[in-house]
């Protein structure tokens, strides 16, 4: 009875699974690596059962990307063809340009894959239209790169070249490094195969600087791929000494055996060859074969051959022609098998030079499938110039109804149009018009407060003229009066009346103080170390006393009595009690803060002032930011200074702003 109980609760709980659940969970299935390939095969063609059934909307689209995607990864071809070709019904059904193109790049990579270079081409032309009318630059980017490789696998170096330089074009304000890392990684590919290896090297070397950088993800083995790469140009210069120092730095790349093991298998297959070229056998013929033996597992057919040519050549130097025969034959059976003419060449050339024998059967057969090869790359670089022609001239001659069509449209607008210009001036006419009054009330503003100082500096002369007065008149006249005083009562202090002679030492030890007093005073008001520093300084003061008056806040205000204030120039002076002024004003506006402590202080050449509450606080981050903080922004730029905002909801606000102490 449990038993059926649970078997029960099971099926009622599948049965109120809503489609989107049910639906994730199959995605789920079919994309989890480790799961049975027929299982995640069924899942994912039940997945695609439930959404064929469902409205056509953007969700029901993205969820046919998602399962094509799937079928990919699966090398279910034939099914990620037929919902590819489906996405661009549903996606013109209902005018998603966005999906259209993506349709036709997912198609493209279909006929990419199948070496059916016309129509994949044709694809991917589309799409790149549809991309550039949306002005998707990245996109663009992506399908020119696709657009690219398709002509470089045809030997159209040319076309090639351009798409992929087109596609760096549209790159130049995308932070995307995996298009850029592609892009530059493919044209090194392209003028290696046109022996213009200074050119190769260039950008494979900015491939890998990309690489260096680690913003492409660890397990794409980008650093390993260039490196690689570089080693492939200089084995195609003979410079197999550092063709071997590369491939030896990029098989140190960490995991890269598990995240890319094709590549591990390249790798070691390049090491090999280079090594057996410079007759450095150590490892050898064990490399060839630890490649070959990876290729076979993995199925990567251009891989075997490429292994077994090599093995070839490196067995008939050792004069062992039986195998060398044996794997020039095993790559010439292969090729043709997989219909890969370049490689039958290959072999052919190779079979012609370790067979000598039938050398002129193999020549015969070189020249021959060489002659059908070059008329073949020859008709589909024509065939591919043509569909960019056609569609172009299809598309010019839809826009001509289309601008006829759009011309009656023009005219009508053109009247509301001009209107809309006729408002726009006059409104803009009027912003300038505020703009030039705001400028001239900043510029009113700077004015004043520079009378402001010009008015304290002359009374602080006209104070600092007084004190010196002051401390010359008690120097000069009541100090001299004393030190007369007390010199009469020492010549009194000689009688012999005991009685008197104490009551005058007490007189004469007063007068001492007295005296020392007076000096005292004297030489602290003919110094400035009881002024005020500056007169910046005093309207500083000035200006926290009379926040004390009108901030709820308890106000601490310190400044360091060492900062030489005439180093520093005037509107950078101005600009800090500016920004001294626009803090309290939100202070008092928004921070309901109790404490408020402001400190001027000197450090390495640098002025720093630092205003910081306890009060609510904000999210900087994302708080747009209001005209005052962008004033004290613009005021600490214009003096060469920095501003730093630290603040969390309800930790109060830190405001810290640094400017140079400049020399006068």
């Excluded at 063709?243 to 093991?261: P, Q, R, S, V």
């Excluded at 219909?339 to 059967?361: G, H, M, T, Y």
């Excluded at 304290?456 to 010196?468: D, M, S």
Aim: charged share 30%.
């Amino acid at each position: 009875m449990i038993l059926l109980s649970c078997k029960e609760s099971k099926r009622q709980i599948v049965t109120r699974f809503d489609y989107t659940e049910k639906l994730l969970h199959l995605l789920k299935v079919a994309d989890t690596d480790s799961i049975n390939y027929s299982w995640k095969y069924k899942a994912n063609k039940e997945a695609l059962s439930i959404i064929s059934n469902l409205k056509n909307d953007s969700l029901n689209r993205t969820y046919h990307f998602k399962i094509a995607a799937r079928y990919f990864n699966m090398n279910a071809l034939k099914e990620y063809k037929e919902v590819s070709e489906k996405l661009i019904i549903l996606s013109k059904e209902e005018n998603d340009s966005t999906s259209l193109a993506k349709a036709y790049s997912y198609l493209g990579d279909y006929y990419t894959t199948k070496l059916i270079s016309e129509k994949g081409f044709y694809c991917y032309f589309q799409a790149e239209k549809i991309y550039k009318n949306l002005k998707d630059d990245e996109k663009v980017a992506k399908t020119l790169l696709n657009k690219g490789i398709l002509q470089n696998n045809e030997s159209d170096y040319v076309g090639s070249e351009k798409s992929i330089l087109d596609a760096l074009k549209y790159l130049r304000k995308s932070d995307d490094d995996v298009i850029k890392y592609e892009a530059n990684n493919v044209l090194g590919v392209i003028y290696n195969d046109l022996s213009e290896f200074d050119k190769a090297l260039e950008y494979h070397n900015k491939a890998l600087e990309i690489a260096d950088q680690n913003t492409v993800f660890a397990a794409y083995q980008a650093k390993a791929t260039s490196l690689n790469n570089i080693g492939y140009v200089y084995k195609s210069m003979n410079n197999y000494p550092k063709a071997i120092a590369y491939y030896k730095n990029a098989l140190k790349e960490k995991n890269i055996f598990y995240d890319k093991t094709f590549l591990y298998a390249i790798l070691e297959d390049n090491l090999a060859y280079s090594k057996f070229k410079i007759k450095d056998f150590n490892g050898l013929p064990n490399l060839f074969f630890d490649a070959l033996k990876i290729r076979d597992s993995l199925k990567i057919i251009p891989g075997i051959i490429a292994s077994k040519l090599n093995l070839s050549e490196y067995y008939a130097f050792k004069k062992d022609s039986i195998k060398a025969f044996y794997f020039a034959e095993g790559a010439y059976s292969e090729s043709k098998l997989n219909n890969r003419p370049k490689d039958v060449l290959l072999s052919l050339k190779q079979l012609s030079e370790i067979n000598p024998k039938n050398a002129i059967s193999y020549s015969k057969e070189y020249i021959r499938i060489n002659d059908s090869l070059q008329l073949a790359e020859r008709k589909i670089r024509n065939k591919l110039a043509r569909i960019e022609f056609e569609t172009d001239e299809i598309i010019t001659q839809k826009n001509q109804l289309i601008e006829q069509r759009k011309s009656l449209i023009y005219i009508t607008l053109g009247i509301i149009l001009l209107a809309v210009l006729i408002f726009v001036i006059r409104f803009q006419a009027a912003k300038n018009r505020e703009l030039k009054l705001v400028q001239e009330q900043q510029k009113a503003n700077e004015e004043i407060y520079q009378l402001m100082l010009n008015q304290q500096n002359k009374i602080e002369e006209v104070r600092q003229l007084e004190k010196k007065r002051i401390a010359q008149e008690l120097h000069d006249g009541v100090l001299g009066k004393l030190f007369g005083t007390r010199m009469n009562l020492g010549v009194l202090n000689r009688k012999r009346d005991e009685g008197a002679e104490d009551e005058r030492d007490v007189y004469i030890d007063e007068l001492k103080t007295l005296e020392q007093e007076i000096r005292e005073i004297s030489h602290d008001l003919n110094t400035e170390k009881t002024a005020v520093f500056n007169n910046f300084v005093l309207m500083v003061n000035n200006f926290i006393a009379t926040q004390r008056k009108v901030c709820q806040a308890e106000i601490s205000f310190s400044i360091d009595e060492s900062i030489t204030w005439n180093r520093v120039d005037n509107m950078a002076k101005i600009n800090l009690y500016r920004i001294l002024q626009e803090a309290f004003q939100n202070i008092n506006k928004h921070a309901n803060a109790k404490r408020v402590n402001v400190t001027f202080t000197e450090f390495e050449g640098l002025i720093k002032l630092i205003v910081e509450d306890n009060g609510v606080g904000f999210l900087y981050a994302r708080k747009k930011k209001g005209i005052g903080m962008l004033n004290m922004k613009a005021r600490i730029t214009d003096s060469q200074g920095t501003m730093q905002v630290e603040t969390e909801p309800g930790e109060g606000t830190i405001l810290k702003f640094e400017l140079p102490l400049n020399q006068p």
